[in-house]
């Protein structure tokens, strides 16, 4: 049986159309996980913030011993390190944020069949991040190479 009569028989686009429904799905699944991972991002932000500024703060006091006050309070860290955390967790979230909001396209552009070089794309940025993404990504970008399912696809969008 030649191979192209059995890519287009209709057994084929239904496995097709059932390929590119579960990837929606795991494409919206994926953004929701990295929807909960900015917001711990964001309590982890909040959190070196308070911590911060409470090793900062001046919650000692000093005290007077014989008419001459003495400071008790401990030196002040550095801020350069906690600076540079901050502006990496600020960095990462923003990636993660940008990445969230790209995967929930990908699954809307799979539901209308719209976009395949955009999905394959954000296919391939998703082999990145081990396990899940690459898992994903690879199943992702196997499945819209099929000839059968690059017909599927609008031809007017890129």
Known sequence: MN??????SPASSDTDQQHLLLLRVFHYVFAGLQ?????????QLLMLNVVYSNITSSAFKDIEVDGRTI?????????TPFAVIGMFFTVMLVLLVAMMLCNLI???????RRNHMFCLVISGINCLVVPIGTILGVFTIVVLLRP???????????
């Open 71 to 79: 400071d008790i309070s401990p030196p002040s860290p550095p801020s």
């Open 3 to 8: 191979a192209n009569a059995n890519a287009d």
């Open 35 to 43: 929807g909960m991972s900015a917001l711990i991002m964001v309590l």
């Open 148 to 158: 059968s399912v690059k017909r599927l696809f609008d031809p007017s969008g890129y």
């Open 106 to 112: 990908t699954a809307h552009s799979l539901a209308v």
